[in-house]
Nanobody, 118 residues
Framework: QVQLVESGGDLVQAGGSLRLSCAAS????????MGWYRQAPGKQREWVTT???????NYADSVKGRFTISRDNAKNTVYLQMNNLKPEDTAVYYC????????????WGQGTQVTVSS
C-alpha cells in the first residue's frame, strides 16, 4: 500500500521561505516521476511541479523561479524548496507520483498546510 507523508508546512510572512518534504513508501520510488500539488481554500487542487526519474523538472508558471523541486532516491523523499513566498501560495500542499507530466498516480496523503501572511 502506497503511503505519502508530507511535512514542513508552516505560517510564514510574505517573502519568506519554507522547505516541504514528502516521504513515500510502498512504491518503487526511483522508478516514478514525483510532483507537488496544492489546493487553496475554495479552489480545485492544482499541479505545481514535477521531477522526472532523470531529474528533469517542470514548474507551473506561478511558481517558476521561486520554487525548486528535488528528490533523494536513497531516502524515498521528494522536497519542495519555496522561496519568496506570496499570500497566493497559501494552500495545502500534497505530493504524489506522476504520470504523463501532471496526472497523480496514487491516493492522496494528508498534505501539509502552508500559510503566507501579507
Amino acid at each position: 500500500q502506497v503511503q505519502l507523508v508530507e511535512s514542513g508546512g508552516d505560517l510564514v510572512q510574505a517573502g519568506g521561505s519554507l522547505r516541504l518534504s514528502c516521504a513515500a513508501s510502498g512504491m518503487f520510488f526511483s522508478d516514478n516521476a514525483m510532483g507537488w500539488y496544492r489546493q487553496a481554500p475554495g479552489k480545485q487542487r492544482e499541479w505545481v511541479t514535477t521531477i522526472a526519474t532523470g531529474d528533469n523538472t517542470n514548474y507551473a508558471d506561478s511558481v517558476k523561479g521561486r520554487f525548486t523541486i528535488s528528490r533523494d532516491n536513497a531516502k524515498n523523499t521528494v522536497y519542495l524548496q519555496m522561496n519568496n513566498l506570496k499570500p497566493e501560495d497559501t494552500a495545502v500542499y500534497y505530493c504524489n507520483a506522476i504520470i504523463l507530466t501532471s496526472i497523480p498516480r496514487f491516493p492522496w496523503g494528508q498534505g501539509t498546510q502552508v500559510t503566507v501572511s501579507s
